[in-house]
């Protein structure tokens, strides 16, 4: 997560305000590492420090034919390489503010203003990152649009199609449409039918890429929770009584998250971060830290916190990541 920019506080090194100052500026920074720490998002998404009011991802394609074999002194054949799809993603600006009335720092409430004031302002600028990542996952599920507090968020990558397809087509046309979305309900075999489907994944070109997921994200539910670790939680098969070798067995992060409870019931992830990040997948870029300043309102005496920032979040390569356990997926056997 951005750090937090602290303004000048303007108008308070005179006021009975200044005592305040530091304890909320410190509190704030402790809080928002915590969270940082803590996030869902930036375990998924890839996160970019843009410096611009959008940033363009795009990417070549293979080289069409390779090397070629050509003899004892033969020339060099000339091979071709073409720009793939891209995807601009424009920054959204967030603001949000609190205000600690006279009233409370004169009687010494700061514990009460941790509690109720700059911890809820730090609640607020941190869920709605969660909440604004979990929701691209989740609309793009349905379709290639979705809402977030009022704003219609993009859930299509560089194809067109949603992040989440049966068809999606390549830039080049050499090669067939791919899926990234499946109807397969979670189990052992399934997990496996999914990892190799992911693992078959090609580029333009139809040269299959290094995709290797290794993370399971689930919504923080009970039931899928049993079957993600009743699949992956011992060594030994679990379909049967003898001892054969679980082959899943250890080689899985698992994440669970409320912010994904929207999904639908059934539906799960597998996601390679590390393709994620080497081919910019799904992308949250950061224009903005959060920028947070202060003042007195001189109409009511009350000490006034602002806080702003810019970002957005959308996907561009969507080979990092699948969906599965949806209706209208295809169905791996």
Request: proline share 2%.
């Amino acid at each position: 997560m951005a750090q937090i920019i602290f303004g000048k506080m303007s108008g308070l090194n005179d006021s009975i305000y200044g005592k305040s100052v530091a304890p909320i500026k410190a509190f704030l920074e402790e809080s928002i590492k915590a969270y940082t720490d803590m996030s869902f998002v930036e375990k998924i998404f890839k996160m970019v420090d843009s410096d611009n009011y959008a940033e363009k991802f795009t990417s070549l394609t293979s080289l069409a034919q390779g090397f070629l074999p050509v003899g004892e002194g033969g020339a060099y054949p000339k091979d071709e390489r073409q720009e793939g799809y891209s995807k601009t993603l424009e920054h959204e600006t967030w603001k949000d503010s609190f205000t600690v009335t006279q009233e409370m720092v004169e009687d010494s409430k700061l514990l009460d203003l941790n509690r109720t004031g700059a911890r809820g302002f730090i609640d607020a600028y941190a869920l709605t990152r969660e909440k604004y990542g979990a929701q691209l996952l989740v609309g793009a599920i349905a379709g290639t649009t979705t809402t977030f507090r009022g704003m219609t968020m993009d859930c299509t990558c560089n194809d067109g199609l949603s992040i989440f397809s049966t068809a999606h087509t390549s830039a080049t046309g050499n090669t067939g449409t791919q899926s990234n979305k499946f109807s397969n309900a979670f189990s052992d075999t399934n997990l496996g039918l999914v990892e190799t489907a992911m693992q078959n994944f090609t580029d333009d070109n139809g040269d299959v890429l290094t995709v290797a997921p290794d993370t399971i994200v689930i919504a923080n539910d009970a039931a899928m929770k049993k079957a993600v670790f009743a699949a992956i939680g011992a060594d030994k098969d679990p379909n049967t009584a003898n001892n054969a070798f679980n082959y899943q067995f250890g080689r899985w992060t698992v994440i669970a998250t409320p912010y994904l409870n929207g999904l639908p019931s059934g539906a799960w992830f597998l996601v390679d971060k590390k393709y994620n990040d080497n081919y910019n997948g799904l992308l949250f870029c950061d224009r903005i830290p959060l920028t947070v300043s202060s003042y007195v309102d001189e109409n009511t005496d009350n000490n006034v916190w602002k806080g702003r920032s810019r970002f957005v979040a959308g996907c561009n390569d969507w080979r990092g990541i699948a969906v599965a356990g949806v209706a209208g997926g295809t169905t791996l056997q």
